[in-house]
C-alpha cells in the first residue's frame, strides 16, 4: 500500500498515465500491477503501438496523480518522415479509439464543439489550433443551408480560443461563455502535454476522457477544463511536443547517479543526492530567468505538420 | 429630400462613410452638404488626412444606409514604405481619435475587449487577428498579479474568434458568451471592410461608434455586432484590404461609358477605339504609380500549396 | 501570309503560347491551323486537358513571339480543392509530358539542375522556390555516400537564385557561375508566367523546352535563360499565378465595346447602361464562380505589417 | 608551454574565441594571458559588451583551434524585448566594428557580396536568409540606372545560396561560381554558429575576418569559406542559435562532479570521470538516433526577429 507521504513527494513531470505508472512503480518497488489500475499494451503494426490505462478507484487516483477514467496512449514511430499511408493508417487508429469514447459519452447525433489549445505563433504549441482549421464543421450549414447536408448529420463546431498571456482570458471562461451560448452536448480538445521521452516529441497521442488542464504541456497550468467545470464531458487529445530542459537534465543525472552507485561508488552521500529532487537547482543553475528552454528536435515543423494530419483526420473519421 | 425609391436602387459597395456621401451626393446631384450630416476634412500632415462624418439623424442614416454616429477615416500615404516616424505619427493620430470616442462611451478603469476579425490564414484578411496578438493584455494580470501594475490600470483582454467557415459558429454567438462571461464595458473590433478606392487599400482606417457587420469587407455578411446585440457600445476600426475585381471593372465601365458620351459616339470611334490598345492608357489612370496591382483568387495560398505538390511530384517521377 | 506591320503591333500579354495562337488567329482572322504551327489538345480526364504547340520555323516564331520549339500546356480544373487523387494524377501526367522533353534532349544519366525563380516572401511568386525545396536531390549523396544510391542513379540538384531587387545580380550571372562550376547537362527553370485567363491562375502549367525569360508573370523581364546564354538545353514549366488589373480591365473594354457595336449604340442606350448598375452582369461574365477574386496590392504582406504596428499601437496608446 | 598531446584532446564545441579562450586556460590551469593572444572587453552600455580576441601566431591558433585573426564578440543584454532604441544602439555598435574590420581589408569603392547561409524554413538557422533580404543591394541599380545613386555608391550585392541538404550543391561551390562571374573584392557572409552557453543564444554576434565554415552551429560541418578557398578577403558575422543538448548536460554533468568532489567525495574514480570526455555517451544514451534535438527558448522567434534587425541595419550601416 501506498501512503500518502510518498505520493506527496513523488513529481511526476509527465501527463501521460503510462509513464506515470510506470514511475509510480519503480519509486515504490512494485512488480505487478497496481491496485485499481488495469493496464493493457496492442502492437497494431510495425509504426503503431496502443496502450491502454484505466484508473478505477479513488485510491489509483491519488497514486498518479490522475482523475478515474480511461487513458489511450497511441505511439507512432517515424512519424517525421512518415508516408500518406502510414499518417492514414495511424489516423484510422486514432478515429477507432475516439469514436469509442465518443459514444460512450454521446448520441450519435450530439453536437460536438472541438477545441484547439495553445499558441499558433509558437511552433511547438501550435498544433491545438492547426488541427481546428482542419475540422469538418457542419453547425453553420446545418443552420443555413440544411439541404446540403445528410438527414442526420451531427453538429460539429471548432474554436481556438488562443492562450492567456495574449488573450488575457483564461481558456475555461471563453469556453463557458461559447459551451452556454451554443450548448454542445460533447467537449474534444486539442492541447500539448509533458511528458518525459524525447522519442514521443510529437509522435504519441494520449487520449482520454477526463478533461484536461491546459498549458501543461508548456509549464503554464490553468483552471481545468471538464465535467466539473463546463457540466458537459470532456475527452482530451494530449501530444507532448516538448521536453523542458531541467526535466532532461535531471533524469539525465539520476542515470548519472545510478551508474556511480553501479560501478564502485556507493555511499550515503550518492543515496542522499539520488532522493532529492533536483529539478529546481538545475532549473535554477542553467536556465536564464528571462527564458523558457525547451528541447525540441530540429525537425519539429515536419513532425507538427504529421501530426496535425493523424490528428485532423482521426476526428473528422470519428464524428461523422 | 431623398425619396426611398432612389435610396434602394443605390448600391453603395463600400463600407467608407466618407466614400458613401461622395456617392451619394454625386447620384443625386446634391453640391453642398447633405441635410443630416456633417463633413470636416483635416490636413494633419504630409502623409496624414483625417475626414470625420457625423450622421445627426434617420433620414440622413438611410441615405447612406449607416446607423446615427461617428465616422473618422484616416488616410495614410505611402505606407507601404514607412518609417518607423511615420507609423509613428499614424499611430499616434488613431490613438487622439480612438481616445476620445472611447471616453464618450466609456470611464476612465472600464474594462475594455478587443476582438481581431478575420481569418489569420488568409493574407488580405487576416489583419484582425494579427492585431490582437499585439495588444498589451492586462486582464490576466489584474487578476493573478495585481502588484505588478500601477493602481487604476485598466483591464484589458483580446480575442481573435475565427471565422464562421472555419468555426461553424457566428461571431456573435462567440462573443455573446464571453462578454456575458466578463463583462467588459466597452468593445473595439478590428475588421477588414469594402472600400472602392485601391488606393486605400491597407492604407485607411475608419473609427466608428456604431457597431460593425462582420466580414462586409470580403463580401460574406453576418449578424452584426452592436449595441443592440451585445448590450455595450462597440467602437469599430475597419481597414480596406481588397478590392473586388467586379467593383473595379464596373467603375472602368462607368468612367469609359462617360468618356464616350462626352467625346462622340460614332461607329467608327467605337471601331477606332477598338483596334487601339487601351492598356497602357488604363493601366495609367486605373493604376496608382506605387503599386503592382494583381487579380488573384482569395485562396491563392492553398492554390500554390497544391500546385507545388503537382510540379514537384511530376519532377520527381520525371527524372528518377 | 502575316505582314511584320500587323505582328509588331499585336501585344499578347501572354506567355502561353496556346493563348497566342488563339490572339494571332482572331487578329488575322485565320480560321485554319496558322502555317508553320501544329496543335493538339488531348482531353485526358474529367479535369485534365493537355494542349501541345508546335512551333516549327521562323515565320510562325515571328507570328507567336516565341522561339521554335514544343511547347505542351496542361489545364487543371478545381485543383484549389483537389483531392489527394487529383493531385497525383496531375502530377503524372506532367511526369509523362516533361520525360518526353527530357529524354529529347538529355541521355538517362545526365545530371540535371532544378531552378526555381521567383521571391518567397511574395505569395504569388513563391510557387519557383516552394518546388525547388521538394524535389529529391541526389548529387550530394553521389559525392559523399554514393553507396546508399542504386548505381545509375542520375545526379539531381536545385538552387532558388532570388530575384534581382534583392540580390542585386541578374538570375543568369548567378546561374552560369554554378552551370560553369558543377557542369549539369540540363536545366530545369520553374517560374511565373503571364496569362490572360483568370481561370488559369496557378491551375495551368506550359511545359517548353526553349528557354524562358525571369520574371516575365511579374512584369520585370530579365536576361533569358537559354541554350544560347547557358550552353545546356533549358526546359521551362511557366506557371500563371496572377493577371494583371490592367490586362483585364483592358480585356473587359473589348468585349463591352463589342457589345455596344453589335446591339446598339444611341445616346440614350448608353444612358441607360450609365444608369444600370452593371455589378452582377460583370461579376457573372468574369468571375468564375468558384473563386472569390481580389484586386490586391503585390506588396499586401507589407502594407498589412505596417498596418498592423500602427493599429496595435494605436489601440495600446489609447486604452493605457 | 601548451604540448601537442593536450590540444588534441580539448573538445571546444564552441566556435566562440571568446569562450574557447576561456576553455583553454581552464583546462591548462593558466591564469594570465596566453602567449599569442591578445584579449581587450570593452562594457559599451548597459545592454553591450564588446570582447576582442586577437590570435597573433601559429602556436596560438593551434591552440584554440582559429586561424590567426581577428575575433570580435559582441554581447547583447535582454534583446528578447528589447526597444527601438536598443535595437538601434547595437546596430551602430555592430557597424563600427565591423567597418574597422572591411576597411583593413578593402578599399572604400570596392564591390561586396553579402552571403546569407543557413536553411531559411527552420526556425533558428533561418538568421542568414532573413539578413540577406533586408540588405540594400545596389549593384543592379549602378548596372541599370546609376543615375539614381551618388557618384562613388559601392557595389553590394547580396544572395542566399541554401543548405546542402536542398540544393545538392557545396555552399562552396555555388559562391565560388557567382565571385568568379561578378567579381567581388570582399565576401561578408551571415551564418549560425556553435555555442555552449544559452544566454548567448541570438544574443551574441562574433565578427571574424578569417572566413566561415558552414554549418558549424548545426552540426554539419563542410568546406570552408575563406581566402584560400574563394581568392578574396571573408568576413564572418556568426550568430550562436541553438545548443546541443548533449553539450548542454555534458557541461551539467562536469558542474556536478565538480560539485561532488568539492563537498565531501574527491577519489579516483571522480577525478577519472571528469577527465573523460562524456559527450559522445551522453549523446548516444540521450538521442535517439533520428533527431537532432536542440535547446532553443521557447521565444527563438522574437529573438530571430530582434537579431535580423540588429545585423542587417548593422550591415547597411557600415557598408553604404
Keep these: 500500500m501506498i501512503n500518502d507521504k510518498n505520493i506527496k513527494t513523488l513529481n511526476f513531470r509527465t501527463d501521460l498515465a503510462d509513464e506515470r505508472r510506470d514511475i509510480f512503480k519503480k519509486a515504490n518497488n512494485i512488480e505487478n500491477d497496481i491496485e485499481g489500475i488495469e493496464s493493457e499494451e496492442n502492437i497494431i503494426s510495425k509504426y503503431l503501438k496502443t496502450t491502454k490505462v484505466k484508473i478505477l478507484n479513488e485510491n489509483a487516483s491519488k497514486s498518479l496523480g490522475k482523475p478515474v477514467g480511461n487513458y489511450i496512449t497511441i505511439d507512432m514511430k517515424k512519424l517525421k518522415t512518415a508516408s500518406e499511408e502510414q499518417i492514414q493508417e495511424a489516423a484510422e487508429n486514432l478515429s477507432k479509439e475516439l469514436k469509442e469514447l465518443i459514444d460512450l459519452h454521446s448520441s450519435k447525433e450530439d453536437p460536438i464543439l472541438i477545441v484547439g489549445l495553445g499558441n499558433e505563433s509558437v511552433t511547438p504549441d501550435a498544433l491545438g489550433p492547426k488541427v481546428t482549421k482542419e475540422i469538418d464543421v457542419t453547425r453553420h450549414i446545418l443552420t443555413y ?61 494520449q487520449i482520454s476522457d477526463t478533461g484536461i488542464v491546459p ?98 483526420r482521426g476526428i473528422n473519421f470519428a464524428i461523422n
Design 145 to 205: 443551408m440544411p439541404q446540403y447536408l445528410e438527414p442526420g448529420t451531427r453538429s460539429v463546431s471548432a474554436i481556438a480560443p488562443g492562450v492567456l498571456g495574449t488573450t488575457g482570458i483564461e481558456t475555461l471562461e471563453i469556453l463557458k461563455g461559447i459551451v452556454d451560448n451554443i450548448k454542445p452536448k460533447l467537449l474534444i480538445v486539442i492541447d500539448a502535454l509533458a511528458s518525459r521521452s524525447i522519442e514521443r516529441i510529437s509522435s504519441t497521442i
Design 215 to 312: 498549458g501543461a504541456g508548456v509549464g503554464n497550468t490553468r483552471k481545468d477544463l471538464s465535467k466539473e467545470t463546463l457540466g458537459i464531458p470532456v475527452i482530451a487529445l494530449g501530444i507532448p511536443t516538448v521536453v523542458e530542459t531541467a526535466v532532461l537534465v535531471n533524469d539525465c543525472l539520476d542515470l548519472f547517479i545510478e551508474k556511480l552507485q553501479n560501478e564502485a561508488k556507493s555511499n550515503e552521500y550518492l543515496n542522499e543526492l539520488k532522493q532529492k529532487d533536483n529539478y529546481e537547482e538545475i532549473k535554477e543553475s542553467l536556465v536564464p530567468n528571462e527564458y523558457n528552454l525547451i528541447v525540441t528536435p530540429k525537425e519539429i515543423d515536419e513532425l507538427i505538420l504529421n501530426m496535425t494530419s493523424v490528428v485532423a
